[in-house]
Structures are given as C-alpha cells and as structure tokens.
C-alpha cells in the first residue's frame, strides 16, 4: 500500500439517514454537507458539455486468436492509451439479462426503508447498503445511496447483506458476476497482448482468488443539482471496471485533456474502465480515467459498478516488459491496493500518487 495512508478517523460516524429518506422528507433540498459551495464545476447546465467518443469493442472477437483479432487489439491499446475506456458488445450477456440486472437493482432501492435497513451496513464497514462513511468533517457528501457487495472470491461473500428481495436478485448477481468474470479474463488478455506482452501475464498478477465487488449505486433528482455531485471525480482502484448504466438517464462523465465529457449511453453495451492498478501493470501505458457522476433534476439514476481487483496478496507493479532505459519504472511496488483505497477516496484523493517514483 502507499507510505502514508491518510491517518484513519478518530471515529467514523454513520449518516443516520439514507438520502432517499432524506429527498423525501426535505423535497430535494440538499443539506450543506452534500453541497460543493461554489457549485459543482465551470458550467451549471452539464447537460451542454460534449459528448465522449469512446471506442466500441467486441469481446468476442477479441477473445479469438491475435490474427483474427488484430485490429479489435489495436483499438483495444488505443482506447486504454488514450480515454481508458471502451464500450463493450458481444459479451456473451443479452439484452434481456442485462435488463433482469438494472430490474433488480431498481427493485431493491424501491424496497421499503425498514427491508433495506436489514441489510445497512456497520459503522466502519464496507459491505451493505448505505452512504458515505464520513471521515472528516470537511468531506462533501456524495449525492447517493448504494448496496455494497463483495461477490467473489465466493468463499468470502458475506450473504447476510444479499438481498432476499426482490426474489432473483442473488440469483441474477451469481450469474451477472460469474459471467463478468469470464469478460475480465478475455479483456486481461487482450490487455497483454494489445501491449505484445505474454498472454497471461495480467491475468497471473490478477490471480485465481481475485476481487470483484459490486456496487449498485442508487442517485435520486435534485433539483438544486448544480451544487451536488452523485460520486465525486475521481479514479477507480480495481485493475478494470464493468459499469452497467441507467438506459435512459446520464450523469457519468469523464475527463479527458482537463475537459468534461458526457459518457453516452449504449443499452446492451458494458462500459470497461481501466482502474489504478492497470495504470500501474502498464507501467503507465494505459491511465486510469478521472470520472464522475452528475444529478438530473427530475429523474432518479441507477447504475451498477463491479470493480475487479487482483489478489490482495499478490504485488502489483508494472510489469517486466514494460519497463526500459528508456522507460524507467514509474511506480512502486503495492500489495492490497484497495485495501486503504477508500480512505483516500472520501477525501478525494488517490493512492497512486504516493506511489510514483
Ligand atoms: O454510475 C456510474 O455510471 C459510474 C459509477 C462509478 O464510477 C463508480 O461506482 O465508481
Ligand atoms: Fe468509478
């Protein structure tokens, strides 16, 4: 991990109130500890900003052999070199299922409070449902409420935050997430050999007892939301991340050449971003993407983030092939790099800088 992860809080204190409650009680006026006082960026309306170009890839073309797939890698390194994200499609899931997926998400936030609250999380903890953990009194809050779960390794789900209700939801997460398992392998590899790397050479590092955690992320309107942000800009710990987005409502956007773009939405796609720890495998070759996520006004957001990490046990650090005279290493090697990512993140930092060279 970094040197010197920010000093933990003396005590972390838990939002007794979930803003779903909150927006219903207060109708959508933000208090000030979700509020950024000189508003939320440059613009009021993002609505006007420009839409992000981001490369179309197909899974199943890149997990065919390298002289079929040429070209589908070469996309591959420009997207992770340039933007640090692709669309993906033809990844092995319907449209239909995708659907079940964002139904069921809908459905549990829509659960009444007293069901969700048997699944909240504990003060200090990561997994369940809740909001932010609050870890100084100068955080700004992030404008949603979320469902936090650990879903592989397997042997460590914790499935008394997995909801019973509605009735497939565990069901529909085991095969969403065992299939998303099967896309983080074909993209690993790709990864290696759009970098003219030995195919595994990711996906060792990234190890047979990988993480991946998912996180369903629930953004009502607000009607002042020029002043609140849904999850603050940041970048992801995972090596990649699978975002499957609200099919009629934006609010991801990503910063490219210090410029705010929308992410536009492409229903069957995947949205695939590379995390720190791919920055880092890479050598930084591939950049880890700066994102946020905007409020609408009137319509309530859904999405679902799955974040895949490597083994906390395994070290991560750019690897071999990627490292030269003229190249030197750009970053140290770090175990257990999600491990104290969130520390960071609440206070709107990251992890990686404390690991550059
Ligand atoms: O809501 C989204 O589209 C993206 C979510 C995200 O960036 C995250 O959960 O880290
Ligand atoms: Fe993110």
């Not at 042997?155 to 069901?171: G, K, M, V």
């Not at 996906?203 to 002042?224: E, H, T, V, W």
């Not at 995390?275 to 050598?283: K, R, T």
Request: glycine share 6%.
């Amino acid at each position: 991990m970094a040197d010197h992860p920010p000093s933990p809080p003396a005590k972390a204190e838990p939002i007794s109130e979930c803003l779903q409650e909150l927006v219903a009680n207060k109708g959508g006026e933000p208090p000030g500890r979700y509020c950024y006082k000189d508003g939320v960026g440059e613009v009021l309306d993002t609505s006007s900003l420009p839409l992000m170009k981001i490369p179309i890839i197909d899974i199943g073309l890149l997990a065919s052999p390298t002289s079929i797939c040429r070209e589908e890698l070469e996309k591959l390194h420009s997207a992770l070199s340039s933007c640090g994200c692709f669309m993906s499609i033809n990844h092995g899931m319907t449209s239909s299922f995708l659907d079940e997926v964002r139904l069921a998400t809908k459905k549990f936030f829509a659960l009444p409070m007293e069901e969700k609250q048997k699944y909240a999380r504990e003060v200090d903890a990561m997994e369940g449902y809740g909001n932010d953990m609050i870890l100084s009194e100068d955080q700004v809050l992030d404008w949603n409420d979320r469902l936090y779960l650990l879903a592989s390794p397997e042997d460590q789900r914790q499935l008394r935050y997995w909801p019973e209700s509605p009735a497939n939801f565990r069901e529909t997460l085991f095969e969403y997430t065992s299939k998303l398992r099967l896309i983080t392998e074909v993209v690993l590899k790709a990864m290696a050999r759009s970098l003219n790397l030995e195919n595994n050479c990711f996906l060792d590092k990234y190890g047979a007892r990988a993480i991946m955690q998912a996180r369903f992320n629930f953004f009502p309107p607000c009607s002042r939301h020029h002043l609140v942000l849904g999850l603050k800009s940041h970048s992801d710990g995972s090596v990649i991340t699978i975002v499957l987005q609200d099919k009629e409502v934006e609010g991801l956007q990503f910063l490219k050449d210090d410029q705010w773009f929308r992410v536009p939405i492409i229903p069957e796609a995947l949205l695939i971003n590379i995390g720190e720890q791919a920055e880092i495998l890479s050598n930084g070759l591939f950049k880890s993407p700066i994102h946020r996520v905007v409020i609408n006004p009137e319509r309530e957001r859904f999405s679902l983030a799955v974040f895949c990490s490597p083994d906390p046990d395994n070290e991560i650090e750019p690897v071999d092939g990627l490292v030269s005279k003229t190249r030197p290493r750009q970053y140290k090697k770090v175990k257990n790099y999600v491990g104290n990512y969130f520390q960071y993140y609440q206070r709107g930092k990251s992890p990686i800088e404390a690991l550059k060279t």
